[in-house]
């Protein structure tokens, strides 16, 4: 089974801050990979699909690069909704998440 | 508008069984793999199961392979998950997603707002 590792696992940060979060597989899965935004009592949404395509509607401060193992989500300049967790989810084989990343208000 | 919305969950004593269904609107239902995601309170996101568009394939997570099964209702726009010998472990938020595969793969663009499962005597 492939792992997926996120780090860190809570995240401080302020408004406007700009915020990278790393997803590490445990072998190697192309760019199959897809971050997906949860806020407390909602479902999951998509935000970015194999590594670097962004969902259509996301808003263009929220980035994906990587491939093979090592991936980043990055939101180029935090804003109040953004307050949320984060998983990485790779694709390649069955579907694995992350534990997540809770990014918080400093 | 792309709606999916599960029922089905409750409290429910060790060793039952639980019935969850996920009602599809707004989109061709036939046309789509299926799967049931599952989050324990407080944790993270864990798939659960999966369904080809027809119904003819399945695939399952090994922690519920033998006890679960998923099928689907096209006619009903219907999917479903029967739940049998449930465990504490099992309890969680389910949650149904549609798959969608863009130039390659299989990953979720539309989920259900889920259902709350609570396996405890």
């Known amino acids: 089974d492939i792992q997926m590792t996120q780090s860190p696992s809570t995240l401080s940060a302020s408004v406007g801050d700009r915020v990278t979060i790393t997803c590490r597989a445990s072998q190697s899965i192309s760019s199959w990979l897809a971050w997906y935004q949860q806020k407390p009592g909602k479902a999951p949404k998509l935000l970015i699909y194999?590594?670097?395509s962004l969902e259509s509607g996301v808003p263009s401060r929220f980035s994906g690069s990587g491939s093979g193992t090592e991936f980043t989500l990055t939101i180029s300049s935090l804003q109040p909704d953004d307050f949320a967790t984060y998983y990485c989810q790779q694709y390649n084989s069955l579907w694995t998440f992350g534990q997540g990343t809770k990014v918080e208000i400093k | 508008e792309v709606q999916l919305v599960e029922s089905g969950g409750g409290l429910v004593q060790p060793g039952g069984s639980l019935r969850l269904s996920c009602a599809a609107s707004g989109f061709t239902f036939s046309s789509y793999w299926m799967h049931w995601v599952r989050q324990a309170p407080g944790k993270g996101l864990v798939w659960v199961s999966r369904i080809n568009s027809d119904g003819s394939s399945t695939s399952y997570a090994d922690s519920v392979k033998g006890r679960f099964t998923i099928s689907r209702d096209n006619a009903k726009n219907t999917l479903y998950l029967q739940m049998n010998s449930l465990r504490a472990e099992d309890t969680a938020v389910y949650y149904c997603?549609?798959?969608?595969?863009?130039?390659?793969?299989?990953?979720?663009?539309?989920w259900g707002q889920g259902t709350l499962v609570t396996v405890s005597s």
């Open positions: 997603a549609r798959a969608r595969r863009a130039t390659g793969l299989y990953y979720f663009d539309y």
């Open positions: 194999k590594a670097s």
